[in-house]
């Protein structure tokens, strides 16, 4: 048994030791995402978030992109072919910098060029991924629409066959990245049920108007996607799948990179809650020298720390080829709704400073109000595990 003064120290950041859990190579992928963050994304972010536009997205996607940070852990095609756990790592860096920059990569690796990579055709994939993953040529994913969110299957964009060619028509909502993309992976009803089409943004009928006056994922693009009469030949449409396992088997991937992201909103917040609480003094001490103070911080701590374990467990589980959908429903629910109460509990924390962009605390649980939305509703995932859990389907 070791003496107590051979202990390792306490980790504030990190009080059950779970780096411990990490390998020297996981680590490595962490600080270098952590190191780009800090040089291209920290400085600038809440200058973004209050102006709601990226500096020269094309550029930092790029910068991305050359990490090898774009479609990470897919395989080939110019993929940096990482593990799934290296992926979740990154991620929580990501959006320990903000949940918009998160996003990004996610919508780019895990919906866009994961649709293509997964149910794509092999012209579709030499054409695409490696552009895609170079940062080269950005994607976004148009599935939900003005009357179709959390009920994909009652979508009423069209594809029809004309010809040797395909028609599509309809409207796309809340699409990330839609207005800068250069490639839009469209779910469209076909009469052999829903089918994924490759979009090059420049053809003709095709428009993706920003979305304005968001008060959350600011520091991220989001538009619409109008499709009239977009004429394409058969090789755009995605040969390999039918119905909405298509799309479902994409948001999957994203969902898995939230569980980490969320995390990463969680950790900047309570780092700036414990930071600004040492330092803060009323009543003639720090206020983390409160109880009551010390209590927030705590509770804040143990989410963060168990919402880190579940997600470190089910990426060992994809890297094992052994997590189910239900279980990235778990992490994915727990985890953003864990991370919200932390920023907001943070925000407390921060007195009147917590409302200011001075500090990254609002900025973070605005951020959240989103990704509690997106990529399945709290509600949504609360069903899924319901379901698991007692073989009924409350869903309707
Ligand atoms: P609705 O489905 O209308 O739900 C409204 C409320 O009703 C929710 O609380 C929901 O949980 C609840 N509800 C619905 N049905 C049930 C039920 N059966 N039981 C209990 N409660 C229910 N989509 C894309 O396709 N691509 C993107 O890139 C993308 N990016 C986004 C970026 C941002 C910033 C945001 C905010 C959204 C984005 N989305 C994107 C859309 C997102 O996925 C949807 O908003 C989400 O699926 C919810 O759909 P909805 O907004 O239509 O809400």
Not at 162 to 171: E, F, I, K, P, Q
Not at 191 to 206: H, I, S, Y
Not at 368 to 384: A, C, I, K, R
Request: include cysteine; charged fraction near 20%; charge should be negative.
């Amino acid at each position: 048994m070791s003496s107590p003064t051979t202990l390792p120290p306490f980790e504030p950041l990190d009080p059950a030791g779970i780096d411990d859990l990490l390998s020297d190579d996981e680590k490595a992928v962490r600080a270098s995402v952590r190191q780009l963050c800090a040089e291209r994304i920290d400085p600038y972010v809440a200058d973004w978030f209050e102006r709601g536009a990226i500096d020269d997205i094309r550029g930092l996607t790029k910068e991305l992109g050359s990490l090898g940070l774009l479609g990470m852990h897919l395989e080939g095609y110019g993929c940096a072919g990482m593990s799934a756990t290296d992926y979740g790592l990154a991620c929580l860096e990501l959006e320990a910098s903000d949940s918009g920059i998160r996003s990004l990569v996610s919508v780019q690796g895990s919906l866009a060029m994961f649709a293509i990579w997964c149910w794509g055709s092999e012209e579709q994939k030499q054409e695409w991924l490696p552009q895609m993953a170079a940062g080269d040529a950005i994607g976004c994913f148009g599935l939900t629409e003005p009357d179709a969110g959390s009920d994909p299957g009652s979508m009423r964009t069209r594809a029809r066959r004309d010809g040797a060619d395909w028609v599509l028509d309809g409207r796309k909502m809340w699409i990330t990245n839609s207005s800068v993309a250069d490639v839009a992976v469209v779910w469209a009803q076909t009469d052999e049920g829903v089918r994924g089409f490759v979009v090059p943004t420049a053809t003709p009928g095709f428009s993706a108007p920003e979305i304005k006056h968001k008060q959350s994922l600011r520091a991220s693009v989001t538009g619409e996607i109008v499709l009239d009469s977009v004429r394409l030949p058969e090789s755009a449409a995605l040969p390999e799948v039918r119905g909405l396992k298509g799309p479902l088997s994409c948001l999957n991937e994203a969902r898995y990179g939230i569980v980490w992201g969320a995390m990463g909103a969680a950790r900047s917040s309570l780092e700036a809650a414990l930071d600004y609480a040492n330092q803060r003094i009323q009543f003639g001490k720090p206020i983390s020298a409160f109880q009551l103070t010390q209590q927030k911080l705590v509770d804040m701590n143990l989410e963060y720390t168990k919402g880190v374990l579940l997600a470190l467990q089910l990426g060992r589980r994809k890297d094992a080829g052994r997590l189910r959908p239900e279980q990235v429903s778990l992490g994915k629910l727990n985890n953003v709704r864990e991370a919200i109460e932390i920023c907001r509990t943070a925000r407390t924390i921060l007195g009147a400073n917590g409302i200011s962009l001075e500090y990254p605390v609002i900025r973070h649980a605005n951020n959240l109000e989103s990704v509690l939305t997106y990529e399945g509703t709290v509600e949504m995932h609360t069903l899924v595990v319901g379901q698991a859990m007692t073989g009924h389907p409350a869903f309707r």
